[in-house]
């Protein structure tokens, strides 16, 4: 079974406008140093800036989501575009650090939450069948890494060319193709067409938080939070404080989003084939041990290599198992809202990964216990998704009934 021609323009749009938001957001430390100098401000003004963004983006997340459920995706997008464009605008000409935590953190934060995962999976699980949704999930998610492969060297470029303020508002004019783009994304969700009254929101939220599953998902993507801010930020200096040069540190965090492109699509695919708890899972069984066979083996620029690629494989596939999942329990009408809750868990990990990665070291001087943590939590994780019931609802049967009946 193929996509017809609406699906495979959602798909691709998505794909493209995750590649945009999640692929500049990646390159804003490339901006720490020359506009901390510029400024003679401390570093911490800019890390706490994007420290804020990301708690803004993971907060917000479930609020932009059941917007997207109400209005459609596309209204969401075009506002979080231009949000997007602006705020690096803003950023740009930011004076003061008051400044850039409103434009940095709060308006880019906001505007992520519009234009990332939830918004634009949600439009993709409703745009396919249910057949397919896992397969297109999983290469809409890997517009993320896309992104990270394609903006570093353009917003690089931007910086070599017209300096940092240059470099932003260059960035902040790309950000703007999102609102063309969303052209081509879903707009508002389809009414239900059964016989009995359409879910409500509170509706669904009650469903969701009464589901035993939901809660293991939401736990599950906790880990998934904490494994890739800790090991996407401490990585480069774990490497350097064991002796090798700080440039591998970029190579080993290209090779991460170079990976996690293949990653995401075949993971996305096995979803779509066998079980996807059991194939999440697999993810985290595997995370545990690939992260405890870097422990042991000597910390040498080929198994930094190794582990990156390894690591970059099993980065994001939890992305489209956990969004199909959501959709193939509960349903596609709430997606994104239920999804953006799923996902706040995500941004909780995250910030605890990075913290506490930064506090133990500066404790103990050493990364040992976040890494032996992060080996406990994979462990957890793969075995707080076996589990969960992944027979959708009830309900769900009963509203399908009248669509098998053929056309008039």
Known sequence: MTLNRTAVLVVASGTVILALSIGTRLTFGLFLQPMSATMGWGREVFAFAIALQNLLWGASQPFMGALSDRIGARK????GGVGYAAGLYWMANAGSPLALNLSAGLLVGLSLAATSFAVVLGAVGRAVSEEKRSMALGIASAGGSMGQLAMLPVAQGFIGGFGWIGGLVGLGATAALMVPLAAAMSGRPAPHAGGAPEQKVGEALNEARGHKGFWFLTGGFFVCGFHVTFIGTHLPAYMVDNGLAASLGAVALTLIGAFNVLGSYMWGWLGGVYSKK??????????????????????TAPSVLVFAAAMGFLWLGTVPLTSGLVGQIFGVRYLSMLFGIVFFSHQLGAFLGVWLGGYLYDVTGSYDLVWYGAVALGLLSAALHWPIDESPLARLAQQAQPEAEPAA
């Open 76 to 79: 969401v997008i075009v506002v």
């Open 278 to 299: 059991m194939v999440l899972s697999t993810i985290y069984l595997l995370r545990a041990v690939v992260i405890s066979l870097f422990l042991v083996v000597p910390v």
